[in-house]
């Protein structure tokens, strides 16, 4: 059978989903480190089971605008992965890659967004590396999307995709620490429920049937 719901997760899988994330994003703070060239730690990563409204709001509220950038995934794993990138983060990067500097999202230009969307890829890519490393499994990625939009909107895309298996959303994820400051990007992995069953069984904490 499986889990039906991602609240059916017990203490010891959300202790390993927990572990996964805290190897994913220390990988995808190593990554951003060598991007801006500067040295990122990642806060103590957190594993929620969180309904779409809560998950907004612990983001910043709905009409917080922010930067995404999301890419789904496919193989053995189903899923979105989605770069929250708020304002702090942006200009971050955008400061350290091309001595570039804004004030707000609408300042950005063709060269800016695309910088934006290589970095959320590499982290991306990293994270979903050291996921598939550590369960011996195969995702596939497609092309990055970047978009600002109010978070609302962002996220409402896992909550379109896996709406109907779901009033919840898992988000596995952290804040990142750079020259004494927390810089507001989190990563959050959304994986549908097959994709959820599966995982924990290949890392072998599988408390169903």
Do not use: H, W
């Amino acid at each position: 059978m499986g889990m039906k719901n991602y609240d059916d997760l017990n203490s010891l899988e959300m202790d390993t989903l927990k572990e996964v994330g805290s190897i994913g994003t220390g990988n995808a703070a190593t990554s951003l480190s060598s991007l801006i060239g500067k040295p990122v730690r990642i806060m103590q990563p957190e594993v929620r089971i969180m309904e779409y409204n809560e998950a907004i709001e612990r983001l910043g509220g709905p009409e917080e605008i922010t930067a995404g950038v999301m890419v789904g995934m496919s193989g053995q794993m189903s899923g979105i992965l989605l770069a929250v990138q708020q304002l702090e983060f942006v200009k971050l990067v955008l400061k350290s890659m091309m001595d570039a500097d804004v004030k707000g999202y609408e300042q950005l230009g063709e060269m800016e967004r695309s910088a934006l969307t290589e970095v959320g890829n590499i982290m991306i890519s990293t994270f979903i590396n050291a996921l598939s490393g550590l369960a011996g499994i195969e995702i596939d990625l497609t092309v990055p999307g970047f978009t600002i939009d109010m978070q609302g909107a962002i996220v409402t895309v896992p909550m379109a995709a896996y709406g109907g298996q779901s009033n919840y959303i898992m988000t596995i994820g952290g804040d990142f620490v750079c020259d004494g400051k927390n810089i507001p990007c989190r990563l959050l992995l959304s994986p549908d429920i097959r994709s959820l069953n599966f995982l924990l069984r290949k890392l072998g904490v599988y408390s169903g049937d």
